[in-house]
């Protein structure tokens, strides 16, 4: 006969359950479904309004981290300084991006489900590092300022990215799609909210007054009708970025009350990292370990590693490049006034914020992998288009500028993605995106300014050409030698339909029971 005080226990979605005979077993089994099913309640407006939050985070990257295109002309009146000079200030965000990949990398898996702690801190940083911009005294100190914008940038992604990764799982493509949509949105008011403080500029045939402007070739001279008033276009952007910030600050207080007493212990995490007893060396080399993303598959995740390095190092530098030269390659080569300038900065941003929103809304209905090439593609059509043609009228600018913001804007969020397909994309490879995301963005615009110093404007077209060209091949070998694969989450999906030997014990128990009780 069964003893009802005999004490059976079985794993039920890995958590252990006593049950003390059938009738006490289904009550308990009852109230951990209930638990399970106001935790998904829970989990799922937990995700939605942190998704919502990441999504300010990046308007306000937008903001702080493309200032920089639209003031170029004006910093190097404000500062006497050269194009060159000012572009390799500009250029400081990559290398603090370095910085940026390197804390987050470090801490964003330390910290759990308060990792979101992270980007709080660092947008704190970047609110009060723009708005003290305007009050620095030379070049070299505006170098540090841009390089610690950088940094906020670098771990706002790395932080950001592993939260919307672990929160959405599979089902990311969208949410990481409409975050990053949200970049476009800042990058696309930042020209905006600058403009009505730009100098106003009057270009003429003589060489009275060039504003600086002499030294670089294959440029129109001008007049300065209006002084610049670039230092307060920086306080602006930095309160426009402050109150898109105010969320995290309450948001950690919302989190406590949300959670309550009785189920601190129960609350679902979306960490996926189990406990381990390892050692700390042996952590630290498993961390580094491409074969550990990669399915114990040393080979293929080093060459993942690889490709996506390259392929953010590439995308990135030439998305920036184009971002912040834009507005002066207008005004020195065909000679466009400061609103029109300003408005064609837009027109980029704005393309690459609808090229977004599009991205977010194919990728419910197309193949992650479809959609990777076809950016490629495109983007390698739009730029080519632009070098072509856009150097003939200012109507052809307006028009290739507005597609190549279109085209180029799905490549970041569509890159991590389709990465995430075939390995798991945690804290370190995100490190990685972010570290050779910042490296492009400060060869390219630091490089550019040099060829734009010497050679003239039309080389940001030539470095645009080749970094679509770099990437579209980058892009065809990372298809080509996984197509075959099959993708990571249909490998997870194969392991949990194994059925476990202790379920089936645990069925035969049951059955045991009833026959005793009868």
Not at 92 to 119: E, H, S
Not at 171 to 179: C, F, G, I, R
Not at 310 to 316: E, I, T
Not at 365 to 383: E, Q, R
Request: glycine share 8%; hydrophobic share 50%; net charge neutral.
């Amino acid at each position: 006969m069964y003893n009802g005080n005999d004490v059976t226990s079985k794993y039920m979605h890995g958590r252990a359950i006593p049950v003390y005979g059938v009738a006490k077993s289904a009550r308990v089994c009852a109230k951990f479904k209930y638990t399970l099913q106001e935790n998904k309640v829970m989990e799922g407006i937990h995700r939605k309004i942190v998704t919502v939050m990441l999504i300010l985070a990046w308007v306000s990257m937008g903001l702080y981290g493309e200032i920089g295109g639209p003031t170029m002309l004006d910093l190097r009146m404000y500062f006497n300084a050269n194009a060159e000079e000012v572009a390799r200030a500009v250029s400081a965000i990559g290398i603090g991006m370095f910085l940026g990949a390197l804390i987050g990398g470090l801490f964003v898996d330390m910290l759990g489900t308060w990792k979101i702690l992270l980007v709080t801190g660092v947008q704190l940083l970047a609110t009060v590092t723009i708005v003290s911009m305007p009050f620095v005294g030379t070049i070299s100190v505006l170098w540090f300022m841009f390089f610690l914008l950088g940094t906020a940038g670098g771990v706002v992604n790395v932080a950001g990215q592993r939260i919307i990764l672990e929160m959405w799982k599979e089902k990311s493509p969208a949410p990481m799609h409409a975050a990053h949509m949200g970049f476009g949105i800042g990058a696309l008011a930042a020209p905006l909210i600058a403009n009505p403080f730009l100098a106003v500029l009057d270009f003429t045939h003589t060489n009275a007054t060039t504003g600086g402007n002499e030294s670089i070739p294959n440029t129109a001279s001008y007049v300065i009708i209006e002084e610049t008033r670039v230092q307060t276009a920086y306080v602006a952007i930095g309160l426009v970025s402050l109150a898109l910030s105010l969320p995290f600050f309450v948001y950690p207080f919302v989190k406590c009350f949300l959670i309550k007493d009785k189920d601190r212990n129960q609350y679902v995490s979306f960490d996926t990292n189990k406990c381990s007893k390892k050692t700390k060396l042996r952590k630290l080399i498993d961390t580094i370990n491409p074969a550990v993303y990669a399915g114990g598959s040393l080979k293929f995740g080093t060459f993942v590693f690889i490709v996506i390095g390259l392929y953010f190092f590439n995308s990135v530098g030439g998305e920036q490049l184009f971002g912040n030269f834009i507005r002066t390659f207008s005004v020195d080569e065909l000679r466009f006034p400061r609103d029109e300038a300003s408005y064609l900065d837009t027109v980029y941003w704005g393309s690459f914020t609808v090229g977004r929103f599009m991205g977010a809304v194919l990728s419910h209905y197309v193949h992650i992998k479809t959609l990777f090439l076809t950016d490629a593609i495109l983007n390698l059509s739009a730029v080519t288009f632009l070098n072509i043609f856009s150097t003939k009228n200012k109507s052809l600018l307006w028009t290739f500028t507005a597609v190549v913001g279109f085209f180029v804007a799905p490549m970041f969020p569509a890159g991590i993605s389709y990465a995430n397909t075939q390995i798991e994309v945690g804290g370190v490879v995100l490190t990685l995106i972010v570290f050779m995301t910042g490296l492009g963005d400060m060869f390219y615009i630091w490089i550019e300014g040099i060829f734009y110093q010497n050679y003239g404007p039309r080389t940001a077209l030539y470095a645009m050409q080749v970094s679509a060209i770099l990437v579209f091949v980058i892009t065809v070998v990372f298809i080509a030698f996984t197509y075959k694969r099959k993708e990571r989450f249909n490998v997870d999906i194969d392991t949990e339909l194994k059925v476990r030997p202790d379920d089936t014990e645990y069925t035969q128990l049951d059955q045991n029971s009833v026959q005793s009780e009868d």
